[in-house]
């Protein structure tokens, strides 16, 4: 069978380059602050348009259009403080990767019609190939270089709407993939049926009832548990002028109200206490009469210093002293708790480099707590954007999340509301309720169906006493969550690999002469 030649981009590129630029612009509404996210959809669509067509070089143009416009604008906190260099460069290289996961995404929309013309390669196979090339990028953007980053994917955005209860089922990646998937086989339907055959829209129409109508997957209630957090308001950012202790005293001071009432735990953010009480004496026994005065012990958080190793450190801490038990940070956050490959990087940046002066030690015990009988599952600020870190305290017997965060270092930014759609969206990811709470605000107890039950609002001192539902069972989120990573990020990659060398083949038996006498 002769093979079909290579489909027209949909646009051509002087349309293409604005559209993949909208596209980027207007996905930005559906997270936090706006947190619009019917949004996403039109967005993803129209960069999926863009792209269709396109050979390479067009395709790493429009696709670093589409990463620019988004990542500039969404990542745009990072330059609260540090200015506009730590901004640029991480929007830049967000934006190459963005760029280089473009090119498969455009080979997929060239190979699969020339190998699979017909209906269920247009309306099926290419759709589900274009998504799970999407959902890749996602992931490598999420783990290279150094860890990687994973702000921005589609699934966190559907977090207010009435699909999040998907990931429950197929992760955040999961989720991520049937976003794209709808869009991209609303695409080919109206490219190929032109609304003239109803029956060509039926796989588009199921992906979209599996989004609107699949339930959150239940856990079985465990009881409940009675949980004091507070948020300090200290000057807990890393420019605030503060004396000594400040941070931890302004801790002391919004937990007085909660002495004398009944806790199971009283919870502390991230960097609560701005001395290493395993090395403080005094820091010690502060904590150890705070937990005296509640009556129940303490789920703190601190800089920790173990030979030359500094870790960011949660602690459980009891009025018989402690450390009991520790949890140390496993994702430090690159060019900000840490610098990897300094020798390199500061020459570039001596000042900024020169500011960071600690080196953070990546963690390597269990994310999970035994609170009086309760698993405490753990996550320190932007450990809470790894799917392994929550995943691993779901599956090692957390019943409930407490996450501790530090936002102070972009006060008046969006940084603090995306990061708590992250919390919202591990809620109802494993089914466990989660505290989230914060140095400075936003802190808030989620249920496991993601809804508030508690909170705080930003900038202000203040706590929260609440009976948090306890929950057991793991969802499939959890379970299959790592499978459904590889087989739809390295399953696509071989999958393309597959189609290019279908084409390859095809190609060459096309051009191969036909033997005399045949009448070719």
Do not use: C, H
């Given at each position: 069978?002769?093979?079909?030649?290579?489909?027209?981009?949909?646009?051509?590129?002087?349309?293409?380059?604005?559209?993949?630029?909208?596209?980027?612009?207007?996905?930005?509404?559906?997270?936090?602050?706006?947190?619009l996210w019917?949004?996403?959809?039109?967005?993803?669509?129209?960069?999926l348009v863009a792209l269709a067509g396109r050979r390479v070089w067009s395709a790493v143009l429009v696709g670093f259009l589409f990463g620019a416009a988004f990542f500039s604008v969404n990542l745009l906190f990072t330059a609260r403080y540090l200015g506009p260099i730590p901004w640029i460069a991480l929007s830049v290289l967000e934006s190459l990767l963005t760029a280089a996961f473009a090119v498969p995404i455009a080979l997929a929309y060239r190979w699969m019609p020339r190998i699979a013309p017909g209906s269920w390669g247009r309306l099926v196979l290419l759709p589900t190939l274009v998504a799970a090339l999407w959902t890749l990028r996602e992931q490598i953007v999420g783990s290279w270089?150094?860890?990687?980053?994973?702000?921005?994917?589609?699934?966190?955005?559907q977090v207010n709407g009435p699909f999040a209860e998907v990931a429950s089922w197929v992760g955040m990646s999961g989720l991520s993939f049937l976003v794209v998937l709808f869009c991209a086989m609303v695409i080919e339907y109206v490219r190929r049926a032109r609304f003239r055959r109803p029956l060509a829209a039926l796989p588009a129409a199921l992906v979209l009832v599996v989004l609107v109508a699949l339930p959150q997957?239940?856990?079985?209630?465990?009881?409940?548990?009675?949980?004091?957090?507070?948020?300090?308001?200290?000057?807990?950012?890393?420019?605030?002028?503060?004396?000594?202790?400040?941070?931890?005293?302004?801790?002391?001071?919004?937990s007085a109200p909660l002495f004398g009432q009944d806790?199971?735990?009283?919870?502390?953010?991230?960097?609560?206490?701005?001395?290493?009480?395993?090395?403080?004496?005094?820091?010690?026994a502060v904590l150890e009469e705070l937990s005296r005065r509640v009556d129940a012990p303490l789920l703190v958080s601190a800089v920790t210093e173990r030979g030359p190793d500094l870790y960011n450190s949660a602690l459980l801490w009891t009025a018989d002293g402690g450390p009991q038990q520790t949890y140390d940070k496993r994702n430090p956050v690159p060019f900000g708790e840490y610098v990897p490959d300094?020798?390199?990087?500061?020459?570039?940046?001596?000042?900024?480099?020169?500011?960071?002066?600690?080196?953070?030690?990546?963690?390597?015990?269990?994310?999970?707590?035994d609170v009086n009988g309760v698993g405490v599952g753990l996550a320190i600020c932007f450990d809470v954007i790894y799917d392994d870190v929550v995943w691993d305290g779901a599956d090692q017997g957390a019943q409930v999340f407490m996450f501790q965060t530090n936002n102070a270092d972009?006060?008046?930014?969006?940084?603090?509301?995306?990061?708590?759609?992250?919390?919202?969206?591990?809620?109802i990811e494993t089914g466990r309720s989660v505290v989230n709470l914060s140095t400075v605000g936003t802190s808030q107890v989620i249920a496991p169906d993601g809804a508030t039950l508690d909170q705080l609002p930003v900038d202000v001192a203040g706590h929260m006493i609440t009976d948090v539902p306890l929950r057991t069972g793991l969802t499939p989120a959890?379970?299959?969550?790592?499978?459904?990573?590889?087989?739809?990020?390295?399953?696509?990659?071989l999958a393309l690999m597959a189609l290019g060398v279908g084409v390859l083949v095809r190609g060459r038996t096309n051009k191969t002469p036909a033997p005399e006498g045949t009448g070719a």
């Open positions: 069978m002769p093979l079909a030649d290579p489909p027209r981009p949909i646009v051509r590129l002087a349309f293409a380059a604005p559209l993949s630029t909208a596209a980027g612009l207007l996905l930005v509404a559906a997270f936090p602050a706006p947190a019917p949004v996403a959809f039109p967005a993803v669509a129209m960069a270089p150094y860890g990687g980053f994973p702000w921005g994917r589609i699934g966190v955005s997957f239940p856990t079985a209630e465990a009881g409940s548990m009675r949980v004091g957090a507070v948020q300090g308001n200290g000057p807990a950012g890393y420019f605030d002028q503060r004396e000594r202790n400040a941070v931890l005293n302004a801790q002391l001071s919004a806790m199971d735990v009283l919870l502390w953010p991230e960097g609560g206490v701005d001395s290493d009480p395993t090395r403080s004496a005094a820091t010690a300094r020798a390199f990087w500061e020459p570039f940046a001596p000042d900024l480099i020169g500011l960071i002066g600690r080196e953070y030690t990546p963690g390597t015990a269990s994310p999970v707590f972009f006060r008046g930014t969006d940084e603090n509301l995306q990061q708590l759609a992250f919390a919202r969206m591990r809620a959890v379970v299959i969550g790592p499978a459904v990573k590889i087989v739809l990020g390295w399953g696509s990659l």
